[in-house]
């Protein structure tokens, strides 16, 4: 298998959508994944997988699916990392629209069709998630990514507010980039594009779920998680000082521990992140950059995930609720109670 060969013809025809699918030592769950697009209900597509370096039975079950289906375009490289393997497939994909697959992930019968659909019927929009249904190791739970690109802006702040394998996005609206995925990012490759496409253009998540993550321990892991941490308090930093918000250490150890992922380092006092939380509330929306409604809503969320990573008991329970960061709700209540308990 030498780097640079493909298989599968493409016709003349331009497809409406390119499915890109990077694949590496995917060979025990990749038939179930091509299988899910061989039933999807919007047949105008082709899929763009690339073979990046695997060392099991991958490349020729991609070969073995190519022989008979012509939608599939098959490249095969040494092992170079997921995002120049997206970058490749891009380069060589025709279709309009762009939807992103993972090799051990299924699609909905009728995944392709609604994204396709609302991309169409939403010229404003450039980027459609969807919501996720995890399964595999551990129960199943439904990824709620939020809805609106309002919510969605509001969760950038903290964190990626899409399941990028579940996610499509305009071709003319990546061709702006000179390329869509930055090699030096991963394995924030993807929330890295979504700060660059947040200047572009508008986002939405449908929700529906249109995706099963596949939870697995052959899941591709992040090597360093020390790292990973730095990098998305770095990126997630930077987005707040492009809006012109500077922190200084105390507010940035506070931001640092309120991402959608877990934090490293030492764990700042609550009444620092409740004060900083405050202030992004305030600070964030008189940006533009979301309203003001969305950034309270989603500072309420992190202030509970802060919360709860705590020791709990009544004492904490009177510091969440008294820090008027949580919002009067009824499943405020029902938080107050779980926080006392434990």
Same mark, same amino acid.
């Given at each position: ?8 013809g ?9 499915v890109?699918l ?21 047949r ?15 490349g ?13 375009v ?43 659909e609302?991309?169409?019927?939403h ?24 809805v ?6 509001a969760?950038l ?7 990028h ?8 609206v990546?061709? &702006?980039? !000179? @390329? #869509?995925y930055?090699?030096? *990012? ?10 660059? +496409? %947040? ?18 321990p052959? &899941?591709? !892991? @992040? #090597?360093?998680?020390t790292? *990973?941490g ?9 987005? +707040? %000082?492009?809006?012109?918000?500077d ?13 959608l ?12 992140v ?8 305030e600070?964030?929306?008189a ?7 969305a950034?309270?809503?989603e500072c ?25 960061v ?17």
């Open positions: 298998m030498n780097a640079g060969n493909s298989s599968a493409q016709g003349t025809e331009v497809p409406l959508i390119s890109l990077p694949v590496h030592n995917a060979a025990a769950f990749l038939s179930e994944a091509l299988a899910s697009l061989v039933e999807q209900t919007c105008d597509f082709e899929v763009v997988a690339v073979n990046d370096g695997s060392t099991d039975q991958s020729a079950l991609l070969q073995q699916y190519a022989e008979s289906n012509p939608w599939l098959v490249l095969h490289q040494e092992k170079s990392g997921i995002a120049v393997a997206l970058n490749r497939a891009y380069a060589v994909s025709r279709g309009r629209l762009i939807a992103r697959m993972d090799a051990d992930d299924i699609a909905e019968p009728r995944r392709l069709e609604l994204q396709a609302f991309l169409q019927t010229p404003e929009v450039g980027v459609c998630g969807a919501w996720a249904r995890t399964f595999g190791n551990g129960p199943g739970t439904v990824i709620r990514a939020p609106a690109d309002d919510a969605i802006r969760w702040v903290f964190g990626s507010a899409f399941v394998p579940a996610v499509m996005m305009r071709r003319d990546l061709a &702006q980039l !000179t @390329r #869509p930055e090699p030096a *990012a991963p394995p924030l490759e993807d929330y890295t594009l979504w700060l660059v +496409l %947040s200047g572009l253009t508008r986002f939405h998540n449908l929700p529906k779920v249109l995706l099963r993550y596949r939870r697995h052959d &899941q591709v !892991t @992040r #090597p360093n998680q790292h *990973a730095e990098e998305l308090l770095r990126l997630r930093v930077g987005l +707040l %000082s492009r809006l012109g918000i922190c200084n250490a105390v507010e940035r150890r506070a931001h640092a521990a309120l991402g992922e877990p934090a490293h380092g030492a764990r700042p006092q609550s009444q620092e409740a004060t900083w939380l405050k202030r992004l509330r600070a964030v929306p940006t533009g950059w979301c309203s003001p409604a950034l309270r809503a309420a969320e992190a202030w509970w995930r802060f919360m709860r990573s705590g020791a709990g008991g009544p004492v904490e329970a009177w510091r969440y609720l008294s820090a008027s949580a919002r009067p709700t009824l499943k405020t209540c029902f938080r107050v109670v779980r926080l006392a308990l434990r």
